[in-house]
Structures are given as C-alpha cells and as structure tokens.
T-cell receptor, first 111, second 112 residues
Framework: DQQVKQNSPSLSVQEGRISILNCDYT??????FLWYKKYPAEGPTFLIS?????DKNEDGRFTVFLNKSAKHLSLHIVPSQPGDSAVYFC??????????FGAGTILRVKS | NAGVTQTPKFQVLKTGQSMTLQCAQD?????MYWYRQDPGMGLRLIYY???????DKGEVPNGYNVSRLNKREFSLRLESAAPSQTSVYFC???????????FGDGTRLSIL
C-alpha cells in the first residue's frame, strides 16, 4: 500500500518553460513533506520542503505547493533548465519519524 | 566535507554468499538509515537506527541485518544473498525530527 504516490513516471519539458511534478499521499498524519533530486550514479539530494502548516514554500526557481484537503503537493520549477533533468522523489514524514518516499518522476528538460 | 560515505560502490555476489555494506557519516547525526532502490518502487526503508545503540526494522527488513557500530557507522549485512536482493542500496543520516536526510552515493549490488 503506497502512502506516497507519484503517478507520472516521466515528464518532458522544453527549456525555459515550467515543470510541474505532482505527488499524492494517503496518510493524513503526514505533517512534513520534502522533494529530493537524484542524478544517475549519485545519491538523492534534498531540494525543498514544506510543513503542513503552510501551503507554499519558495526557494529560487523551485516552489512547492501543498493542498492538504486534496492530500496533494506539487513542485514547480520555473524556468526549467537542462541541468534540472533528473529523477525527483517526493517524501513525507509523520511526527518526525521515518521518511516515506514516492516512486519518483524522471524529468527531462530539452534544450 | 565527505558527508555520507558508502563502500563498496559496486559488488557482484553469487547466490548464498554473504556481504557487509559499510556506511559512515561525519555530520554527527544521531539517526542513520538503509534503503534499497528498485525500478518503479522508489526508496524503501530496510532498517534504521534512531540513535547509537538502537536499531529498528523498516518496510523491507527480511534477509538483512544491521549493526550501529558507533555514532558514525551503520553497516548492512546480507547473510545469504538472493537474486531478489539485487538493487542499489543507499545509506542516509539526519537529525530528527524534521531535518532532511543526507544520502551517500549508493552501492550497486548484483546477485547472480
């Protein structure tokens, strides 16, 4: 039973346009959400996070939106760059405990 | 600043062989984790150690054992490797409750 779902295995976007990666969750006890980025042959690296008391967090080109009523979060990358091409994992934490990861979305930014 | 270091980076085993994957972190984190990554399944937690001296099972612990040797080191052991354990293994560390995890670069393990 996947508690964190990333339903799009891949996404292709033109350089300069917006990339939107989506994530849905089922556990209402999740209170903190994170996005990780992973390049081939490297470990995941932390990108951005959001607490359940917020609905938006922004860091440069990256913005995460949280819709608690829909149990949905999204990562927006504007503008997208070729170096953003990677696998993006959504993750969730409940009460400071373990992280639960989604299956990941492969983003390809075409130049 | 090395962060999280995993050894080895690659390994090929035969079914039934044993193997220990090593992980060390230099960030003085209390919590350490072992994950496996398989295609289409994201990262699944095998075992974790919330603090030195404690270990707990994660989502997929069968066939694995762990040792939290000290605050820096957390090893993962396969006692009798099986082809189903072919995967990429990641070690991570953090300080709870809401700090992000820092990951090593992984160990790619193939079991024939």
């Amino acid at each position: 039973d996947q508690q964190v779902k990333q339903n799009s295995p891949s996404l292709s976007v033109q350089e300069g346009r917006i990339s939107i990666l989506n994530c849905d969750y089922t556990n209402s006890m999740f209170d903190y959400f994170l996005w990780y980025k992973k390049y081939p042959a490297e470990g995941p690296t932390f990108l951005i996070s959001i607490s359940s008391i917020k609905d938006k967090n922004e860091d440069g080109r990256f913005t995460v939106f949280l819709n608690k009523s829909a149990k949905h979060l999204s990562l927006h990358i504007v503008p997208s760059q070729p170096g953003d091409s990677a696998v993006y994992f959504c993750a969730a934490i409940s009460q400071g405990n373990k992280l639960v990861f989604g299956a990941g979305t492969i983003l390809r930014v075409k130049s | 600043n090395a962060g999280v270091t995993q050894t080895p980076k690659f390994q090929v085993l035969k079914t039934g062989q044993s193997m220990t994957l090593q992980c060390a972190q230099d960030m003085n984190h209390n919590s350490m984790y072992w994950y496996r990554q398989d295609p289409g399944m994201g990262l699944r937690l095998i075992y974790y150690s919330a603090s030195e001296g404690t270990t707990d099972k994660g989502e997929v612990p069968n066939g694995y054992n762990v040792s939290r040797l000290n605050k820096r080191e957390f090893s993962l052991r396969l006692e009798s490797a099986a082809p189903s354990q072919t995967s990429v293994y990641f070690c991570a560390s953090r300080d709870p409750p809401y700090q992000p995890q820092h990951f090593g670069d992984g160990t790619r393990l193939s079991i024939l």
